[in-house]
């Protein structure tokens, strides 16, 4: 799932602070999940906010709402009236979410109360850890399903660079070594073997560095040509 | 029998009586609890923490006192004897002598006005005479009953008292008054008295005042005492940096004719001294002088080992002769440091570790109760019936019977109750009382009507706080529909007016501005029942405890306070809603893990008290672990015992046995269990039950060391009993036996004393002596842990020329063989290496927890600790039941222990289990936390973070909170992101309207 | 800033250790100042982050949660959750500009009485010395 963080509320303040009303929507998806930006963490940003701005001498109308998911115009569509009203909107979901509002409320500024982080999942409890960086060339199998690209701080494709120690990356003593976690995941699976292969140059061209990537499904998608 | 009386005469009001009470009326049997005193709560209630969690002794038992003190069906009569008593086990003729107390306990409110007026002084013995008290007084803040009583020796009759009382509860002329009463059992639980340290002259006790007997030193530490936690010494007020204890004073000691170990002295001591260096942050000294660290039960080695390493406690093994004055106050003690040297060393401040002796008059009390007591006058049980006196129906718990410690007396005193339970089968439910409510008031829809009522508590609140006039601003608040002040909202003539006024003015919402709804809230709950609205529409605002008796010398923000409290009260009320709990019936079958002593024994006590009883053994036969055991110390049969007990067991038409069998799956919940059992032909039976009592026992471990399994001449304390036993035997006889102790106990692998090793070396050695007096023994010990009365057999094997060796953890002795056996050890006394050649060597092994426990864990979803033993709900005050509600354990699945104490804890565990499956029904519900589940995004978070493992993941893909499983704690609803929980009672609107109206 | 500042305080409670010990300093009559309100709550466990935030919003100078010793919670670790929150909404405190100075997080057991009293002077005392919650100047 998509993780990420609140923003600190002066920012999210400095944002706002020229608005009377404003509405600020989370999503119940992902960021619910992750614990940044679901019904509840709304109610604490609307508060921290209505106080940050009252030592302003302000005192904006604040109102709460979260949707099942931002990133659906059905979804997103159920809050035409509210937005009507306002006049402007606090997202607080991840990067699709707060555009998918743009989008759709194009006459009214739409800020973000997160920065999205990665894509991951909790390790345990409170710590999450980012696994997959969406390449759009999966290469998993070949590495006994860790993910060099996301998890070797240097995205090496054809074994360690040398410098781990260990079992840490070199990087950071914090971090594991991709490579490392590779190395001992393939030796329990007995296919030390694929290491010996050498990886041509990934092709990068499905990666994400080229503008808004699109994909499309012709058994559901009816829509007229592509 | 059709003249069984359906009620126990509980002799007794400390922590035994009341949980045997508490249990007795669950159970369906009315409780008569007689007291001694003016209020219940015993020792337990004068201790500062207790060990080996260092819990508040005042937290974890004054919520039993409330509960003991607002039972309808627990008559609670202090002040008062045991007078006659005649007849026989199922009805007993009791008389009962009810000193005078002067105060009508029925009246008084425990205002204290008067013992604020009273001119006359008077030692506190509550805080054992540290401090003083008044003429009229209450035993300490939290006693129940809440109600003071007047020292007539001290009184002067001066009438101050009697003028003051708004309640008129003064009673100068008060009589002794003897009742009667028919009862069907009788259980003692009449403790212990602390040893009188000043028969120890050479101590200095009385003599010099920084010296203080154990006992004191616990209120010392109590931040409620006399000094109010903080540590001083007599002499001079100042803080001690120096403290030293002296262990086994009045215990171990045939001088002052206390021969027997007091078994809890070397816990507590460990315990003071933790907790006097939290109370003296820059570096107190605490030394403790002790002859053996007995520290035997669950979780105390561990402790100790604390205490040693992380706090730095210094222990020294020297038995101190005399205390001799040093200078300024000091103590001078001299005795032989760790390498035998002579040493003197002064200290601010002595601490004497008391111990145990029976209570004043126990004899003429037995006399009249006909019991026996034993040579040491405690009262007189058997290995095998541990809780039953020598008469019928009369039963024993707690340290009546033995020095012994909290869990353990609470353990027998559940016991007891479930020994009287049985007896008095047929009779449950004959002398309860329940009462009758209307049917309940809909309120849905209504707008809130608030009635405040506000308490002048005599002056106690009105003294101070302005009542009229804070009544005046609380009628116009919102919602309040009606408000007026009473004397005394909680007398009698109250609780019918506030029932006629909520008829009266249609009020749906209540509120008494009061004392503490610690104590009263069910008082007032109940009022408002009884008028036909749901318990939950009541709030309470508390202006005592927490305003008028705290801002005395300001009552005018004592008075805006007061007005703050009620708008709070207020506020908040507007949101209450009723709550129901809904009936879930319960099947009356219990599910026995286990066919050793333990679960035989408790099958049995509850298919005694008519419950259906499905036994699960995993091996072909019953008997477990005393199979093994064939004599004890006190010259019992534990085989004769055995077969006994397997014949009443497969006899009893109400117990299944299951052999060769296991439990392979739980579901379900308190009252409605259902497991399956599977058997060795892989045969499974679904069984549907009400409780579980997991009895799954321990095994003796396999020693690694000191050439076990390598030379036959080796063998463990088991394998020597089982030639002891066996007349064909060929080594029988050997001339001369090394025994060594704490083999795998109290090492790094495990940290736990094995608790019955020291007490079986005993036994072995005298039964070697018996057979063969010549025989040299050597017996190689750490600390020789022979507790209570076991101390006796320690004695009389160094009488009969038992050798006894101390060893060090880091210096243990060494096995070799060269053709003989040989042993070498390093004698601290003598400062030695000593070397043995025995023709046998015995250890004495490590117990271990069943490995079946990790198998079973799991499926009970309960938690086994460090050393894989099953984990109790609370070490002090729950000992035999799991977190979980309806499950129970006991025995060595819990921690090694030696066979009484497992048919104790058996008989305990079979007491706590009755008093769910004597009921028909259990309710489930009130306040827990509930989950909307359209707002519900299987986030996982109230999974992850209940500590009681409720939610899951329901088929609809939401989370899901069983009412009757949910303990109310709200964690989950505090954590949900979604916003999808609330914890009923206490819903976010409801709490956040509190601190909304603080603030107008 | 006003001479006289009375702060106005509000304490969470759980009901089994820390209302207690507010109780037994009521039967001790310690004498301790009168700002101080208590909302009881079965465990400081049931101490939701928003309740804090409220508590500020509408014009507390300083708040504090007071629950069982660690180790002691009569649900386990309701308290150490608590104390999580606490430290989280410190912080957010702090960036909002009133300061995590006015909220704290304080165990004690039901027999400490003196320390409830203690609690509530030092709470006190130190939002006294901070002066009223800018919210409210
Ligand atoms: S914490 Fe809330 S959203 Fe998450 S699973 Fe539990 S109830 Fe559902
Ligand atoms: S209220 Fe407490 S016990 Fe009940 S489900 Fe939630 S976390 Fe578990
Ligand atoms: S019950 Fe006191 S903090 Fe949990």
Redesign the interface.
């Known amino acids: 799932m998509i993780i990420a963080e609140q923003k ?3 920012e999210i303040k400095a944002m706002i602070a020229g608005y009377q009303k404003v509405l600020i929507v989370g999503c ?2 992902c960021v ?2 992750c ?1 940044a930006g ?4 709304v ?2 940003i609307a ?2 906010l ?3 701005l ?2 302003d001498r302000k005192k904006p109308q604040l109102i709460e709402d979260c949707i099942q998911r931002q990133c659906e115009w059905e979804f997103v569509d159920t809050l035409k009236d509210k937005v009507d009203g306002v006049d402007a909107i606090l997202s607080s979901a991840c990067g699709v979410g707060v555009q998918a509002l743009a989008e759709r409320f194009p006459n009214k500024p739409v800020y973000p109360a997160l920065n999205t982080t990665f894509m991951g999942m909790p390790n345990e ?1 409170g710590l999450w850890v980012e696994n997959c960086r969406g390449c759009g060339n999966c290469g998993l199998g070949r590495f006994g399903g860790i993910c060099p690209i996301a998890r070797c701080s240097k995205g090496l494709l054809n074994g360690p660079c040398g410098g781990s120690q260990n079992g840490k990356c070199e990087v950071s003593k914090e971090m594991d070594c991709g490579w490392q976690l590779i190395y001992g995941r393939l030796k329990t699976l007995n296919q030390l073997d694929q290491l010996e292969d050498i990886l041509l140059p990934k092709d990068w061209s499905t990666d994400r560095d080229k503008g808004q990537r699109k994909m499309f499904r012709g058994d559901v998608y009816y829509e007229q040509t592509v | 029998m059709a003249d069984k009386v359906g009620s126990v005469l509980v002799i007794g009001g400390g922590i035994g009586g009341i949980q045997t009470s508490l249990d007795l009326v669950e159970s369906g049997l009315k409780v008569y609890l007689l007291e001694r005193t003016h209020s219940i709560g015993g020792v337990m209630a004068q201790l500062d923490k207790t060990f080996p969690t260092n819990d508040c002794a005042m937290c974890t038992i004054s919520p039993k006192l409330v509960e003991c003190g607002q039972n309808l069906n627990i008559e609670i009569i202090t002040n008062a004897e045991l007078g006659s008593v005649a007849g026989k086990a199922g009805n007993f003729e009791v008389e009962i002598v009810k000193h005078a107390r002067y105060i009508d306990d029925a009246k008084c409110t425990g205002c204290g006005v008067c013992a604020k007026s009273c001119p006359i002084d008077a030692i506190d013995e509550y805080n054992y005479g540290l401090c003083e008290r008044r003429a009229t007084y209450i035993r300490y803040p939290q006693a129940v009953p809440r109600a003071f009583g007047i020292d007539k020796d001290k009184c002067i009759g001066c009438g101050l008292c009697e003028s003051l009382c708004l309640r008129d509860a003064v009673i100068y002329g008060d009589k002794e008054q003897v009742k009667k009463i028919n009862v069907g059992s009788i259980i003692l639980s009449t403790g212990f008295e602390s040893f009188d340290p000043a028969l120890k002259q050479d101590y200095g006790y009385g003599e010099y005042p920084n010296v203080v007997s154990s006992f004191e030193f616990e209120r010392i530490l109590s931040a409620s005492g006399p000094y109010k936690g903080h540590i001083f010494r007599a002499s001079d007020a100042k803080m001690p940096e120096k403290i030293a204890w002296i262990q086994c004073v009045g215990s171990r000691d045939r001088g002052v004719e206390r021969p027997f170990c007091s078994s809890v002295c070397c816990t507590y001591a460990v315990k003071q001294a933790i907790i006097a260096k939290e109370h003296i942050r820059e570096g107190l000294d605490t030394t403790i002088f002790y002859m053996d660290m007995r520290t035997y039960g669950k979780g105390f080695e561990q402790y100790f080992n604390r205490a040693k390493n992380e706090h730095g406690v210094r222990f020294v093994c020297s038995r101190i002769h005399t205390v001799d004055p040093g200078s300024d106050g000091n103590l001078k003690l001299v005795f032989s440091d760790d390498d035998g040297q002579l040493r003197e060393e002064e200290f601010d401040m002595l601490v004497l570790s008391v111990g145990f002796k029976p209570t004043k008059n126990v004899e003429e009390f037995a006399n009249r109760l006909g019991i026996k007591l034993n040579e040491y006058g405690f009262c007189k049980t058997s290995t095998f019936s541990p809780i039953e006196t020598s008469r019928a129906g009369v039963y024993v718990a707690g340290a009546a019977q033995e020095p012994k410690d909290i869990p353990a007396t609470v353990m027998e005193a559940s016991g007891a109750a479930a020994c009287a339970e049985a007896l008095l089968a047929e009779a449950k439910g004959s002398q309860i009382v329940k009462k009758e409510y209307p049917p309940e008031k809909d309120v849905s829809g209504l707008k809130p009507r608030i009635g405040v009522f506000v308490c002048k508590c005599g002056i106690n609140i009105a003294g101070v706080v302005d009542v009229p006039a804070v009544t005046e601003y609380a009628a116009t608040l919102p919602d309040v529909a009606y408000a007026e002040y009473n004397l005394y909202t909680c007398s009698q003539d109250t609780q019918v007016r506030i029932k006629e006024i909520i008829e009266e003015k249609q009020l749906n919402r209540v509120i008494v501005a009061s004392c503490t709804p610690r104590t009263h809230e069910p008082l007032f709950q109940d009022t408002i029942r009884l008028a036909g609205l749901n318990k939950y529409l009541f709030e309470m605002a508390n202006v005592r405890d927490q305003c008028s008796w705290v801002h005395a010398s300001n009552p005018e923000a004592a008075t805006e306070k007061a007005k703050e409290l009620i708008r709070m009260a207020v506020g908040r009320a507007a949101f209450l809603e009723p709550l129901h709990t809904i009936p879930m019936s319960v099947i009356r079958r219990a599910l026995v893990i286990g066919g050793g002593v333990a679960g035989m024994n408790a099958s049995l006590s509850l298919a005694n008290q008519g419950f259906e009883v499905e036994l699960v053994e995993h091996e072909p036969e019953l008997g477990g672990n005393i199979r093994h055991i064939h004599f004890t110390l006190e010259g019992d049969k534990p085989q004769e015992y055995l077969n006994s007990l397997i014949e009443q067991v497969q006899a009893h038409k109400l117990i299944s046995v299951h052999l060769e069998s296991q439990v392979k799956k739980v579901s379900g919940h308190v009252g409605h269990f259902e497991s399956e059992v599977r058997s060795k032909k892989l045969e499974v039976r679904k069984i549907e039950h009400g409780v579980v009592i997991v009895a799954t026992g321990g095994v003796e471990s396999k020693p690694i060391e000191y050439l076990y399994g390598k030379d036959d001449r080796v063998i463990t304390q088991r394998e020597l009993e089982e030639h002891l036993a066996n007349s064909q035997s060929t080594i029988r006889n050997p001339h001369s036996v090394v025994m060594i102790q704490c083999v795998g106990s109290r090492n790094e692998e495990r940290p736990y004393c094995s608790r019955i090793c020291c007490t079986q070396a005993v036994k072995n050695a005298l039964k070697l002596k018996e057979q063969n007096p010549d025989t040299q023994i050597y017996i190689l010990y750490r600390d020789m842990r022979t507790y209570g009365f076991r101390e006796e057999y320690y004695y009389q094997a160094r009488k009969a020329g038992v050798i006894f060796i101390r060893y060090d953890e880091q210096a243990k002795p060494v096995v070799s063989n060269n053709g003989r056996l040989k042993v070498e050890v390093k004698d601290p006394i003598l400062g030695a290496d000593v070397v043995l050649q025995p023709d046998m060597v015995v250890l004495s092994v490590a117990i271990d927890s069943h490995l079946e426990n990790e198998n079973l864990a799991p499926l009970l979803k309960v938690t086994l600790d460090a050393s894989k033993f099953f984990l109790e709900a609370h070490m002090k005050l729950r000992p035999v039941d799991f977190g979980s509600d309806g499950m129970f354990l006991c025995g060595l699945a819990h921690s090694p222990k030696l066979i009484e104490e497992s048919i104790a804890q058996a008989q305990a565990a079979a007491g706590r289990a009755a008093t769910i499956l004597n009921k028909e029904r259990v309710e489930a519900g009130g306040v827990v936390s509930c989950v909307e589940e359209k707002k519900c995004v299987a986030c996982l978070t109230c999974i992850r973070m209940c500590p009681y493992d409720v939610p899951f993941i329901n088929k609809a893909g939401v989370a899901e909170i069983e009412a009757v499983k949910c303990h109310g704690c709200g964690i989950c609803a505090s954590e949900c992101p979604a916003k999808a929980i609330q914890l009923l009672h206490y819903r976010d609107p409801q709490v956040v309207a509190k601190v909304d109206a603080m603030f107008g | 800033m006003t001479e006289h500042f009375e702060p106005e305080i509000v304490a969470f409670c759980c009901h089994y250790c820390a209302y207690g010990a507010a109780d037994l300093a009521g039967s001790m009559r310690l004498n301790y100042p009168a700002n101080v309100k208590i909302v009881k709550l079965p465990c400081t466990g049931k101490v939701d982050i928003i309740y804090l935030l409220k508590a500020f919003e509408d014009g507390a100078d300083g708040a504090y949660v007071a629950g069982c010793l660690e180790g002691n919670c009569h649900f386990i670790d309701g308290n150490i959750k608590a104390k999580r929150r606490v430290a989280r909404a410190k912080k957010l405190l702090d960036e909002i500009g009133i300061g995590g100075e006015r909220l704290e997080m304080f165990n004690m057991s039901a027999s400490m009485g003196p320390r409830f009293a203690e609690v509530a002077r030092e709470m006190t005392e130190r939002v006294r010395g901070l002066g009223p919650s800018p919210l409210r100047k």
């Open positions: 600190p509320i002066q119940d998806t619910t999940i614990m679901g019904r509840k963490e109610g604490i508060s921290c209505r106080m940050a009252q030592i409890h």
